[in-house]
C-alpha cells in the first residue's frame, strides 16, 4: 500500500498562482503513474495533470497552458504549478499513485481561488 499525502493549497486570488505537492511513500518498487485530480462541488472529479515515471505528461484541457505537473522520482514526489487561476479552478485537488499492485489516493487539499 502506498500512503499519499498532498500539501499547498489553500486561497488564491484570480490571476495568481500555487504550487501543490504531493509524496508518496510505503512498500513499493516504483510508482508508474502520478497524478493530479479534483472535484468541485457538485460536480464529477476530472483530471488535472498526471505524469509517467519516464516524464510523460496529460493535461486536462481546461489547465493547458496555465498548469505545470513536475516529478522528482528519487523522492516519489509529484509536484502541481498552478498559475493564472480562475475562479472556476475552486475544487478539492486530490493525489494519485499508481504502482504495478495498487492505486491509492491521498486526502485531497482545497483550492479556493476568490478575489
Known amino acids: 500500500q502506498v500512503r499519499v499525502v498532498e500539501s499547498g493549497g489553500g486561497l488564491v486570488q484570480p490571476g495568481g498562482s500555487l504550487r501543490l505537492s504531493c509524496v508518496a511513500s510505503?512498500?513499493?518498487?516504483?510508482?508508474?503513474?502520478m497524478g493530479w485530480y479534483r472535484q468541485a462541488p457538485g460536480k464529477q472529479r476530472e483530471l488535472v495533470a498526471i505524469?509517467?515515471?519516464?516524464?510523460?505528461?496529460n493535461y486536462g484541457d481546461s489547465v493547458k497552458g496555465r498548469f505545470t505537473i513536475s516529478r522528482d522520482n528519487a523522492m516519489n514526489t509529484v509536484y502541481l504549478q498552478m498559475n493564472s487561476l480562475k475562479l472556476e479552478d475552486t475544487a478539492v485537488y486530490s493525489c494519485?499513485?499508481?504502482?504495478?499492485?495498487?492505486?491509492?489516493w491521498g486526502q485531497g487539499t482545497q483550492v479556493t481561488v476568490s478575489s
Open positions: 494519485n499513485a499508481v504502482t504495478r499492485y495498487s492505486n491509492d
Open positions: 505524469i509517467t515515471s519516464d516524464g510523460r505528461t
Open positions: 510505503g512498500s513499493f518498487f516504483s510508482i508508474n503513474v
